[in-house]
């Protein structure tokens, strides 16, 4: 048996998110004894980078220029069944989500989403998941002969784990039934940090009043090296692109840094930022509700505090 890893690439090119699920699969793969394997499907880099993370080999499926998860999750599943793979790691990215029901049921195995942690056991597999908008925790065991853990991206790290990182062609295809869904066009957010693996991240809201004073947000960003992202007012209003609305209804991030600024923290903004590892907030009004989910607070008007942060933090750089 071994375990084996989808390899997701961007426009040829592997992400952070690609790294820590390879090294979480090559270290599932050590406490069961057994080798990690990596899959990608189309265009990508060279996959022998994959070998720094624990993929003993990688397997390039080629062939498939458009994404398709029912059709990727074919390719995945008769790789698996190749390599006598019984547990499949994937990254909870946007297309990931979408390939992991996909593989469970065409495997029939069992499903474990939203893993942040590795598995405490694996006979019975059992592993720790986010529950409930990540405001709780759930141990989940299978007694499943076969397993695919979907883990969150930026949850557990990237770890260097030396190994071989051999690279070989495989002919496998999916049905052609499958590959009939195909979409129309696709519009790529470029030159921006991908907010599902951004370590820092700057936040604002309707505190902000209009567009145009976005830019004291972006020089903040841009000076810490974060991705920017919005609460959904405002990109429902059209200040900032839906890309960077984060909430339950939007993107779910877990970065190490998240600072809120003029965002009030209703519940289903915090939904999907609650998992950060730590929370600034800027507000103006003291009994805002982002202030209880808040590791440090500033009460304070925006438009003084931010260029005043971006101040001291130009100056501690010019000195350090």
Same mark, same amino acid.
């Given at each position: ?11 040829g090119?592997?992400?952070?998110a ?24 189309? %265009?990508?880099? %060279? ?10 080999k990688?397997?390039?499926?080629? !062939? ?9 999750? #074919? ?30 049921v065409?495997?029939?195995?069992a ?6 942690? @590795?598995?405490s056991?694996?006979? &019975?597999?059992?592993?720790?998941? #986010? ?5 709780? @925790? ?18 557990i !790290? ?16 999916? %049905? ?22 951004a370590?820092? +991240?700057?936040?604002? !809201?309707?505190?902000?009043?209009? &567009? ?7 020089e903040?960003? %841009? @000076?810490l ?17 839906h890309?960077e ?29 609650s998992?950060s590892?730590t929370? +600034? ?15 440090? !607070? ?8 931010? &260029? ?13």
């Amino acid at each position: 048996m071994s375990v084996l890893i989808y390899a997701e690439s961007w426009e040829g090119k592997f992400k952070k998110a690609t790294f820590e699920a390879v090294s979480y699969g090559a270290r599932v793969a050590a406490s069961m004894g057994t080798n990690a394997i990596a899959v990608t499907i189309g %265009d990508a880099e %060279d996959a022998s980078i994959l070998g720094k993370y624990g993929a003993s080999k990688t397997i390039h499926v080629g !062939g498939v220029s458009t994404f398709n998860n029912a059709a990727y999750a #074919s390719i995945i599943n008769q790789v698996a069944a190749n390599q006598d793979a019984n547990t499949i790691i994937v990254a909870a990215t946007n297309n990931g989500k979408m390939i992991a029901p996909f593989l469970a049921v065409q495997a029939e195995a069992a499903l474990i989403t939203n893993a942040i942690a @590795l598995p405490s056991s694996t006979a &019975p597999l059992t592993v720790l998941r #986010s529950a409930f908008s990540s405001k709780g @925790l759930v141990k989940y065991q299978s007694n499943a002969d076969k397993n695919v853990i979907c883990i969150v991206p930026n949850a557990i !790290g990237v770890a260097t784990i030396e190994a071989d990182g051999t690279a070989e062609e495989s002919s496998v295809s999916a %049905d052609a039934s499958l590959k009939a869904i195909a979409p129309e066009k696709v519009e790529r957010v470029s030159g921006k940090i991908a907010l599902p693996e951004a370590e820092l +991240v700057v936040s604002a !809201g309707r505190g902000m009043k209009a &567009p145009e004073n976005w830019n004291i947000i972006q020089e903040l960003a %841009d @000076l810490l090296g974060a991705a920017t992202a919005c609460s959904k007012p405002v990109s429902d209003i059209g200040w900032r692109p839906h890309s960077e609305h984060v909430g339950q209804t939007g993107i779910q991030i877990n970065p190490n840094l998240y600072i809120a600024i003029g965002i009030s923290g209703a519940i289903q903004h915090l939904a999907g930022v609650s998992a950060s590892k730590t929370i +600034v907030v800027v507000n103006s009004d003291p009994e805002a509700p982002f202030f209880k989910a808040a590791d440090y !607070g500033i009460v304070g008007d925006a438009f003084e505090v931010v &260029p005043k942060l971006t101040a001291a933090i130009k100056a501690f750089k010019a000195n350090n």
